[in-house]
């Protein structure tokens, strides 16, 4: 018999009953993997981008975006490096505020497994759950490692991506048993396909990488960033379109710059009087050369015959204003995504609408409660998904 049980040795479950154990309340941690918290540890290359510096509500998506506010106020990344100074983890600062270990993701997880062990909390892994009940006197689980009984009952079970680490929907089946709605979970962060007839004449640019601006969707649900871009045999991954995946819905375009920050028609006005450098070298000047072979080539097979050999000096106003055009808004249909297999986290969840936003109990079972990835609360790409697992988890641990 516990005061708490929490499900999923995770970011969130891990930080979650520490607090609480720490608090004194006894606390059963259960996970069903054998080896302790593995998205910690493949994370950020194996550093672990544990958080981001400037992480806000407006770096997550939810179909109820105001919830994430008052557990990211209440437990800042500042707070979390504080836990990490405790533990003399040293840490640096990446690009866009990302933070990552300077050694390995293993010193979060045996900092998150000392805190839990300073908090008495219990472990249960290798440990899988065939049924939850429910009583006057709190939750009951019916386990591989036999009956475990708890007043209240934390899930923690992440999301469904990477599933070949053991990633599930069930923490979803939970929230659907005791009544509560799900907002229809997809892949995110994830890398975007194409039909491959359609991406066959671009498959040869297969690891050409650079920074472009992107954007798709309309109004609130518009997604916008300047990130960088890889070009894959299949289709398009890099920072940039694992951001914009979040955004992007199945059928919907998304409008890539490729000259991002610049007004390439003026600067090719501009510069065109006696130049007589060719188009393909002035492409090449701008990006990658394979880039600039193909894109000219591509643009050739679609009726501008002798486009690359063009001098600028020769080229009509009208077609250096429309090979800008077309670099500025490259525009694309994916035709679906790379899958949980591939993605970084899962978009969707529980919905929010049903728990309280300052302890994440489920407003129609007492005693229920939903944190981390399981939470219709999606993150950016950078850190800010931890930094939403380390909050959830301290909210819910407190009001425990």
């Known amino acids: 018999m516990f005061d708490v049980a929490v499900l999923g040795a995770g970011a969130a479950g891990m930080m ?62 500042q707070d979390f490096l504080a836990l990490m100074k405790r533990h003399h983890i040293a840490w640096h600062e990446k690009h866009r505020g990302q933070l990552f270990c300077n050694d390995s993701s293993e010193s979060i997880i045996d900092m998150l497994r000392a ?19 429910h009583g006057e006197q709190g939750f009951e689980l019916r386990t591989s490692q036999g009956v475990i009984r708890a007043a209240k009952l934390v899930v923690a079970t992440g999301g469904m991506a990477i599933p070949q680490l053991g990633a599930t929907d069930f923490g979803l089946k939970i929230a659907r048993q005791f009544g509560l709605k799900v ?44 990130e960088d871009l890889l070009f894959t045999h299949r289709g398009l991954s890099g920072p940039g379109i694992l951001q914009i995946s979040s955004y992007w819905k199945p059928g919907e375009p998304i409008v890539i710059d490729l000259a991002p920050g610049r007004d ?15 188009l393909h070298t002035v ?28 001098r600028l000096a020769d080229a009509p106003d009208k077609t250096l204003r429309a090979l800008a055009q077309d670099i500025h808004q490259w525009t694309l249909v994916p035709s679906g995504t790379a899958g949980y297999k591939k993605a970084e986290v899962m978009r969707g969840g529980v919905d929010t609408r049903g728990l309280d936003q300052k302890s994440m109990q489920a407003k129609t079972t007492p005693g229920l409660y939903f944190i981390g990835e ?7 790409l950078g850190g800010y998904n931890f930094q939403w697992a380390w909050a959830s988890g301290v909210a819910c641990g407190k009001a425990l």
């Open 16 to 77: 979650c009953a520490a607090v609480a154990g720490q608090r004194g309340l006894r606390v059963v941690l259960v996970d069903h993997a054998e080896r302790l918290a593995e998205k910690i540890r493949i994370s950020g290359g194996g550093r672990c981008n544990f958080t981001n510096i400037g992480t806000g509500p407006a770096n997550f998506l939810s179909e109820n975006p105001h919830f994430c506010r008052s557990a990211l106020s209440a437990y800042t990344p």
């Open 374 to 380: 399981a939470v219709d609360v999606t993150g950016w």
């Open 283 to 310: 492409l090449a000047g701008l990006w990658p050369k394979r880039l600039a072979d193909r894109w000219l080539h591509l643009a050739e097979q679609g009726g501008k015959p002798g486009l690359a050999a063009m």
């Open 115 to 133: 805190e839990c062990d300073a908090g008495d909390v219990q472990w249960r892994m290798g440990c899988s759950v065939a049924d939850i009940g």
């Open 264 to 278: 390439l028609a003026e600067e090719l006005l501009a510069s065109k009087s006696g130049n007589r450098q060719q």
């Open 183 to 226: 907002v229809e979970p997809r892949p995110a962060l994830v890398p975007l396909t194409f039909d491959s007839a359609q991406w066959q004449p671009l498959s040869e640019l297969s690891g050409v990488a650079l920074e472009v601006g992107l954007q798709t969707g309309q109004g609130k649900a518009r997604g916008e960033f300047l």
